[in-house]
């Protein structure tokens, strides 16, 4: 079964390096090329995702001794997918030789460092966007269970208002029924005397 997983690995190493290959071309492409070339990262990552799985899927059939093994270097495969997958999505968004020549004038020094710069940026954006929505939902979600529970807990004093208002009723009528016995047993004390 190992034997199958480091197939599987030769394989994520093979299409991992295509695929970075690729994706350093991609932002130098323009027009038909470009989307192509994107069409075709696409599918590989695809592939790779795959690979992923298969190999988890053997690690799970690798005996328990040697499974740490596996397990860790899985979690680094999928590590750098997900690298692979930021490194895809920044170079899909960066700009053409053309747009960044018009952008940034022909100065190659300068528009070279200005160009490294706004990547930085942009990626640096990118994350901290990723990051605003994650929270966002996070804080929405905190927000819905806050509601929910505020309306379990209006139940619940409701419920105990109703409680004790039915408590304080039969208190009621079982001091009505002590004077009552009362007042029953002095006349039949009385009765008795006669």
Not at 73 to 95: C, P, V
Request: charged content about 40%; proline content about 1%.
């Amino acid at each position: 079964m190992s034997s199958d997983f480091e197939a599987y690995e030769q394989d994520f190493g093979t299409v991992t390096a295509e695929i970075t290959n690729k994706i350093g071309r991609i932002p130098k492409l323009s027009g038909e090329e470009k989307t192509q070339l994107v069409l075709n990262v696409d599918k590989q990552l695809e592939e790779v995702r795959e690979l992923l799985e298969q190999m988890d899927l053997e690690v799970r059939e690798i005996p328990i001794q040697s499974r740490a093994m596996y397990n860790s270097r899985l979690k680094s495969y999928k590590q750098e997918m997900e690298k692979l997958e930021k490194d895809f999505k920044r170079s899909r968004i960066a700009y053409s030789d053309e747009v960044r020549n018009e952008l940034l004038g022909d100065d190659a020094s300068s528009s070279e460092s200005q160009l490294i710069k706004l990547r930085e940026e942009r990626a640096h954006l990118l994350d901290n966007t990723e990051k605003l929505e994650r929270s966002s939902r996070r804080l929405e979600a905190g927000y819905q269970i806050a509601v929910e529970t505020e309306q379990v807990g209006q139940e619940i004093l409701s419920n105990l208002h109703s409680d004790r208002e039915k408590i304080q009723r039969a208190r009621e009528r079982l001091r009505e029924t002590d004077a009552n016995l009362g007042k029953s047993s002095r006349i039949l004390t009385g009765m008795l005397r006669r």
